[in-house]
């Protein structure tokens, strides 16, 4: 009986070392496998992407800065050279090392420039920096709104923003047309109000009466004038 067991035994070792005998021929471990598993990137296990510090790009590449325009600039590597800084009345700003700029008139991209050749003649090697605007210079908005005044500009903003900003139209207003005066200049541009028609900083946007309310309020003094005749010339 022991021998049988012994036998059982045995075979049963044989038929197992068989089959992982198998599953290796059919499945061969590489050195790659044997060796600990990488490290992920990711979840996707795909290897990670070099990252390229580049300058932020402006809303509007084309935009013309002027005074009261608050501008973030960076000087990449040199903390102490960038900062906020503002554009003055007259249309410059001042940074350390380099004083006074111009930058009235200029798209950030100019500006950021002649920053860099400033800071390259004599202070700096291959000076990199960054413009963007932080903050706008106002718009101001008059006529049939309900809240008429000077508002904060916000990137991208449309003459339905604008209107909204004031309040909205008052029962008087032309709602289809607004007049808007840009910056530096004398005459108003006729626009048809909608998403698409865009309000820059610096603009005058006037929203115009509709003829029905022309017409009653040149006509209103002199009713009620007539109106206090009539009461006098009753007995």
């Not at 089959?19 to 496998?33: E, I, K, M, R, V």
């Not at 420039?113 to 963007?132: C, H, K, W």
């Not at 309310?213 to 009620?224: H, L, Y």
């Amino acid at each position: 009986m022991r021998s049988l067991d012994k036998f059982g035994r045995g075979f049963r070792l044989t038929v197992e070392l068989g089959l992982l005998l198998a599953l290796c021929a059919s499945s061969p471990l590489s050195a790659q496998d044997l060796a600990a598993p990488a490290l992920r990137n990711d979840d996707q296990g795909q290897p990670a992407e070099t990252v390229v510090v580049t300058a932020p790009k402006p809303d509007n590449p084309e935009y013309r800065l002027g005074p009261t325009d608050k501008l973030r600039i960076t000087v990449y590597g040199e903390d102490d050279l960038s900062g906020e800084f503002q554009i003055d009345s007259a249309g410059n700003i001042r940074m350390p090392l380099i004083g006074g700029l111009k930058a009235a008139g200029l798209t950030a991209e100019q500006l950021g420039a002649q920053i860099e050749n400033a800071l390259d003649n004599g202070y700096l090697n291959d000076g990199r920096v960054a413009v963007e605007v932080s903050e706008y210079r106002p718009f101001y908005i008059i006529g049939q709104v309900n809240k008429p005044g000077e508002y904060p500009y916000v990137s991208n903003m449309s003459a339905l923003n604008a209107i909204a900003l004031a309040g909205g139209f008052t029962e008087k207003a032309v709602e289809s047309t607004i007049y808007v005066r840009h910056e530096g200049e004398i005459g108003e541009h006729p626009i048809a109000t909608g998403e698409l028609t865009r309000i820059n900083p610096g603009d005058v946007v006037r929203v115009s009466e509709t003829t029905f309310w022309d017409v009653a309020d040149v006509i209103s003094p002199f009713s009620a004038f007539g109106y206090i005749i009539a009461t006098a010339a009753t007995p």
